[in-house]
């Protein structure tokens, strides 16, 4: 069964990086049919897609955030990850991982069946 | 950027009552568009994709309808698992952009 597992700090300082890491169990991060995305939700407020990435690397980043979000996957070790830089208190969210939606037959890029538990990233120094 | 707006923003209703969640895009997004159920303290959970096919494992209470700009998610028949938070969700266009949301609580 495919999970999903956000992992990194819970709080970070405004003006430095805040970086996470998806690991994948159950399933290859390589399939050709899987997209991998990440988004987050500020407390009490609604989603926000941060950007995506498909197996071979490809990324589509959010223009809001483009300037400081970097995606990555690393295939040794069945992960993808977030680097966001210079957080401040705006960039307080819990931060989700999540997988395509696969149905019987068809892959569907943009849509997102799997998710992580999500991670609270708090800025504040 | 498309914007999604859903409304309305709570609907109180009782259990065995229909639900209908509106979800309108600032441009069309012709069918490409998703709705999710979120309940406190965990993921979104996706119930429908391209406005109107029910996910694995959805129960048929669930239905979405439009194309366009136009769409609706209803629930036929509420059950008490689904007080929740809906948002809609659109592909045509990046960035992926949400919706609102929509809480549907008991009345």
């Known amino acids: 069964q495919l999970q999903l597992q956000e992992s990194g700090p819970g709080l970070v300082k405004p003006s430095e990086t805040l970086s996470l890491t998806c690991t994948v169990s159950g399933d290859s991060i390589s399939r050709s049919t899987y997209y991998w995305g990440w988004i987050r939700q500020p407390p009490g407020k609604g989603l926000e897609w941060i950007g995506s990435i498909y197996y071979n690397g490809n990324t589509f980043y959010n223009p809001s955030l483009k300037t400081r979000v970097t995606l990555s996957v690393d295939t040794s070790k069945n992960q993808f990850s977030l680097t966001l830089s210079s957080v401040t208190a705006a960039d307080t969210a819990v931060y989700y991982c999540a997988r395509n939606y696969c149905g019987t037959t068809t892959c569907y890029t943009e849509y997102f069946q799997h998710w992580g538990q999500g991670t609270l990233v708090t800025v504040s120094s | 950027e498309i914007i999604l707006k859903q409304s309305p923003a709570t609907l109180s209703l009782s259990p065995g009552e229909s639900a209908t969640l509106s979800c309108r895009a600032s441009?069309?997004?012709?069918?490409?568009l998703a709705w999710y159920q979120q309940k406190p303290g965990q993921a979104p959970r996706l119930l429908i994709y391209d406005a109107s096919n029910r996910a694995t494992g959805i129960p048929a209470r669930f239905s979405g309808s439009g194309s366009g700009t136009d769409f609706t998610l209803t629930i036929s028949s509420l059950e008490p698992e689904d007080f929740a938070v809906y948002y809609c969700q659109q592909r045509t266009n990046w960035p992926l952009t949400f919706g609102g949301g929509t809480k549907v609580e008991i009345k």
């Open positions: 441009q069309s997004v012709s069918s490409d």
